[in-house]
């Protein structure tokens, strides 16, 4: 199957030439010809901006689409790739941020969208400064109603497991009021799962010691809650307010495993069981305003407070297989109880022929770990970040537009026990460069940088064991770091072609990763550090080939990476392919849609890590209000995810297996019920995210 699938990539990869242009006039103007024009641009599918692209659903689209994310699925925007089964959306392996009306969200409130008030879908692939360190954004911006309301709700469910989904969404309106309540509901249950360990150990002196695991059994059981309410006010082109309340908890969340432990230097076998579970609640509060002044000046406001209190446990033992004696006995449990606060201000000045926005953010987080079963000790961590940006947009002539953009970022990071903290004061310039060749293709050539920081697990210098070999210990004086990248990109499209060839460079000094050394004890300890850094560039073709006009569509994208990692003791480098490719038919309100995707490797520090490798088909029928869809998961190869630790002193390779959903089916049925007349909503031109952390046990 991967051999016809690479073929497949191959054959749409020759026939790569790019998407879709159409851009007169920058900024509002623009954005209120779109609008008003959006029945009508079936033969402009997306009009390409210097810092963004916009794709307009047709209405063939939106009839045979059931939700925000199936119609996105249908859409085949280059690079996305979409998965209805596994509820997620990805460009290149990397997670995509995803935001309504410019609001930041999750993939289940996009879920709730009604394919018929969906007016576009902005692509930013190299969002600009206002978007932080998000690698890509896709952004629905939508409409609602002036009465009346929608009700919907899905039921997605595997039949021979506990595999299954479910969601409720309630949308009340009242003229300039808008009032909405939903619940989603992630069920996976007693899901068997399997995990292989080769380890090989390099003693000081020379000497090795190699362990091998192999899998007896394992289990993947939770059920997560999410729900929220909100209150939006609208008055078109003067006044945005929102305000949300969500509620998020986690059941149970928990992996185990059990295997067989032998080892080469004729010691006793063991059995291992090694579970780990993460229950826990997030509440939080978003407060949102936008109001427009005469001039077309903007000011924005955000604000987004969380809360976080749960656990993290883990038990882990070894047992003679001869007498069932203790080998090796580690429970680990953190309680953390952790608070964030995040405020935002922007102002956007706009002209006919170019653009100003600027702003400023402070983040602080409040962080309590309890270390449960190590002696109650306890990790208060506080972190402050305050950061600004300014950006500058301009259009010279009708094919070239141009930006300039700086950010600094003042962080201070401290551990309260410590009685000491980090400082650094970071900038972050950006420049971007647009040209429209003619009215099919356009090249942009971008440069940013993004800031990267420590996590608490990173940071908490208290040791934790992971078994009876590895030690896990955080270091506290970890200092953020920059990340510079290079972006070049060409965009074509011609009626039944397109696609997009890509190429970057990043570098990544002082970055914060692993490194591993041998105790006095006799262990292998991982932490962390800001070390030489790391290095990575990559080339890339996106094509897309429809077939027959709204009927049969191939997507793809296939890429050649190459990532450099230099640190304490280690000098790593891998080359890897990874390819994608996608299949869209639908007819007579019936519509078929399959994917594979290979999972990438990526390495950093000494981990080397392997993606998911995905592949599926799903069979959609919709009538009126109702969408019925059957598919199957998997139907081709083996399911694994992957880490490789490449130190000079432990080789370890760990691979996580699961048969619960090769050759899955999957059965889906949804129902939407509107009523009311509809109008256009106004836009969030920011968002806030709390960002409240959590603490992970170490382990495999």
């Given amino acids: 199957m991967k051999k016809e699938t690479f073929i497949l990539l191959l054959a749409c990869a020759s026939i790569c030439y790019m998407n879709t242009y159409a851009q007169e006039n920058e900024y509002s103007k623009e954005e209120k010809s779109i609008q008003l024009s959006e029945v009508t641009v079936k033969a402009v599918p997306v009009i390409r901006k210097a810092d963004r692209d916009l794709y307009i659903p047709s209405d063939e689209v939106k009839k045979i689409s059931s939700d925000g994310l199936d119609i996105l699925s249908k859409m085949q925007i280059p690079t996305i790739l979409v998965d209805p089964i596994l509820n997620k959306i990805s460009r290149a392996g990397d997670n995509v941020e995803l935001r309504i009306n410019g609001r930041k969200v999750d993939v289940n409130q996009i879920r709730t969208l009604a394919p018929e008030t969906i007016v576009r879908i902005e692509f930013h692939e190299n969002p600009g400064l206002r978007y932080g ?63 292989e360990n080769s380890e090989t150990y390099v003693y000081p002196d020379g000497h090795e010691l190699s362990r091998l695991e192999t899998p007896i059994g394992g289990t993947h059981d939770t059920y997560d809650a999410r729900s929220y309410m909100s209150y939006n006010y609208v008055d078109p082109d003067k006044t945005n307010f929102y305000a949300s309340f969500y509620y998020n908890r986690e059941s149970l969340n928990l992996m185990s495993y059990d ?8 010691s006793r076998a063991v059995t291992i069981h090694d579970a780990q579970w993460t229950p826990g609640t997030t509440s939080g509060l978003n407060l949102y305003l936008d109001k427009k002044f005469h001039g077309r000046h903007t000011l924005v406001f955000d604000v987004n407070a969380g809360y976080y209190i749960g656990h993290s446990t883990r038990d882990y033992r070894e047992s003679y297989i001869d007498d069932g004696s203790t080998a090796v006995d580690i ?207 990559g080339v890339s073709v996106s094509p897309r080939l429809i077939i027959v006009p709204q009927w049969v569509t191939i997507s793809g994208t296939l890429g050649l990476y190459r990532n450099y990692t230099r640190g304490i003791g280690y000098r790593h480098c891998i080359t890897d392919f990874s390819g994608s490719g996608q299949l869209q038919v639908t007819h007579w309100g019936l519509s078929l849609t399959a994917m594979y995707q290979k999972g990438g490797r990526s390495l950093w520090g000494e981990t080397l890590s ?91």
């Fill in 133 to 195: 360190s998000a690698p890509a954004v896709l952004d629905y911006i939508v409409k609602n109603q002036q009465s009346g309301g929608a009700l919907q709700s899905q039921l997605q469910q595997c039949p021979v497991n506990g595999f299954g989904n479910q969601w409720v969404n309630l949308k009340l309106n009242n003229g300039k009021s808008q009032f909405e309540a939903n619940y989603y509901g992630h069920m996976r249950l007693n899901l068997p799962m399997f995990r």
């Fill in 259 to 266: 295997g067989l432990l032998t080892m080469n230097d004729g």
């Fill in 331 to 537: 429970d680990t449990r953190i309680n953390d109880r952790n608070f964030a606060l995040t405020a935002e201000a922007n102002y956007i000045k706009e002209w006919d022929a170019s653009k100003f926005t600027g702003g400023i953010t402070y983040m602080g987080h409040w962080n309590r770990s309890e270390y449960q079963y190590l002696d109650n000790l306890i990790s208060r961590q506080r972190a402050d970040k305050v950061s600004f940006f300014g950006e500058y947009q301009q259009r010279i002539g009708k094919r070239l537009h141009v930006s300039a953009g700086v950010a600094g970022t003042y962080s201070n990071t401290r551990i309260v026990e410590e009685s000491s903290g980090i400082e650094s004061f970071l900038l972050r310039p950006r420049l971007s460069a647009s040209y429209r060749f003619n009215d099919k293709s356009q090249a942009r050539l971008i440069f940013n940088t993004n800031t990267g920081t420590p996590s608490l697990s990173q940071m908490v210098a208290i040791s934790q064991n992971i078994d009876g070999m590895q030690t896990q210990v955080g270091n506290p004086n970890l200092k953020h770091y920059n990340t510079y990248r290079v972006v070049a990109q060409y965009n074509y499209t011609g009626n039944r072609v397109g696609g997009q060839l890509s190429a970057f460079y990043q570098r990544s000094p002082n970055a914060i990763m692993d490194y591993r050394y041998w105790s006095d004890d006799g262990h292998i300890v991982t932490s962390y550090a800001n070390q030489s850094g790391a290095t990575s560039w």
């Fill in 610 to 700: 392997e993606g998911e490798t995905v592949n599926f088909f799903m069979l959609g029928y919709r009538y009126k209000g109702w969408s019925f869809d059957a598919g199957l998961l998997l139907p081709f190869g083996r399911y694994k995810q992957g880490t490789e630790t490449l130190s000079r002193y432990a080789h370890i390779e760990r691979i996580m297996r699961t048969k619960s959903i090769e050759r899955m089916p999957i059965i889906s049925v949804s129902y939407r019920l509107n009523w009311g007349r509809k109008v256009q909503q106004a836009a969030r031109l920011i968002d806030s995210d709390a960002g409240v952390q959590q603490s992970k046990t170490a382990g495999k």
